[in-house]
């Protein structure tokens, strides 16, 4: 492999191929001295972890309509930014994203720290944030390395380690081909690559401009790499959410802002556990006395684990809880929105 030349070659291609992303500046802008704005830029990293571009962009445009600004983020309640990240999943982001607002309008005027370490520092940027934004928004030569880019280094060099194990040795390969010269481009041109042309389970090797230098095609199963070591089967809980209603609104809780959905508005429900709970035992840990009756149950898949919710409706009234119209139901988290578009339009 001549690194120089896969580069060049890279990005040649990136230059005319290049994704249109509403945080990304163009090639041709970037090489005039225009550069992306680092609140966008960290903003779009942090919604893109764990979800894919067509999911995030729309909050991505939500979001920057508005708080255009790192500051109007800061300023925000809890409780509007959770409600407006309800569907992005891995809710603890939403709890990082303000924190990380508020180190930055409060310790550093609004303006994001330009190093590597400084980013480093900031509440909630990990190693892989601070490197994407280094790079992208402030030409540092950071070595930037997501799933794409692990999957592009892995069949470039035909790496027979799997992942996760392979981790150390990819970043490492990767970091040999990082240079001073366009290093914002040079990673977003991994990650198009990936994204487009390098694909998972299909690659579209015919249309690499780097297909030369694949180590993984010359032995003709680009397709096999990354090896992966076989994933522990995922566990499966039960639980049950509760949807009392008082006339046209639904009573909600604020669930702690620690642990899974920390801080998010949710149904009220029992303990999720390993075994299917009882009728005698899921009425006894409702949220108040009511005439509680079956409404189905719905599924869903976390990352770690799958949850089967059995859903109990009632009429009523309850303290200590939160009283929300059912127009509103649409920003709850999507595992409760199942729930309560299941149990509103059960017949009881």
């Not at 924190?99 to 720290?113: E, L, S, T, W």
């Not at 069949?155 to 027979?160: D, E, G, M, Q, S």
């Not at 042309?197 to 297909?211: A, G, I, Y």
Request: proline share 8%.
């Amino acid at each position: 492999m001549q690194p120089d030349h896969l580069r060049a070659q890279l990005l040649t291609w990136y230059d005319a191929n290049a994704r249109a992303l509403p945080w990304r500046v163009r090639p041709k802008d970037h090489a005039t001295g225009v550069r992306a704005d680092p609140y966008f830029v960290w903003l779009s990293e942090v919604m893109l972890q764990q979800t894919t571009v067509p999911h995030a962009t729309p909050y991505f445009l939500a979001f920057t309509e508005r708080w255009p600004t790192v500051a109007d983020l800061a300023s925000e309640a809890d409780g509007e930014v959770m409600a407006a990240w309800a569907g992005l999943g891995y809710y603890a982001r939403a709890r990082n994203l303000l924190a990380c607002a508020r180190a930055v309008a409060n310790d550093h005027g609004g303006v994001f720290p330009d190093t590597e370490e400084g980013l480093r520092a900031l509440p909630g940027l990990g190693p892989y944030t601070a490197a994407a934004v280094g790079a992208i928004a402030f030409d540092l030569p950071t070595n930037v390395v997501d799933g794409n880019v692990e999957r592009v280094m892995a069949r470039l060099f035909a790496v027979t380690t799997p992942l996760p194990e392979a981790k150390p040795e990819l970043k490492r390969l990767a970091g040999e081909l990082v240079r001073s010269q366009r290093p914002g481009d040079w990673a977003q041109a991994l990650m198009d690559l990936g994204a487009t042309v390098c694909k998972p389970k299909s690659p579209l090797c015919e249309r690499c401009p780097v297909s030369r230098h694949c180590a993984a095609k010359a032995k003709g199963s680009p397709e096999t790499y990354p090896r992966r070591t076989a994933k522990a089967a995922r566990p499966h809980r039960f639980g049950v959410a509760y949807i009392l209603t008082r006339g046209d609104e639904v009573a909600l809780v604020r669930r702690p802002p620690k642990g899974l959905l920390g801080g998010m508005l949710a149904l009220p429900t029992s303990e999720w556990r390993g075994n299917r709970w009882g009728e005698a035992e899921a009425i006894e840990a409702a949220p108040a006395p009511a005439d509680w009756r079956s409404a189905g149950e719905v599924e869903h898949v976390f990352t770690h684990f799958s949850l089967t919710l059995q859903i109990l409706r009632a009429e009523g009234d309850a303290h200590e809880v939160i009283w929300s119209p059912h127009r509103d139901m649409e920003g709850l988290p999507s595992v409760f929105l199942k729930a309560v578009r299941a149990g509103l339009s059960a017949l009881l």
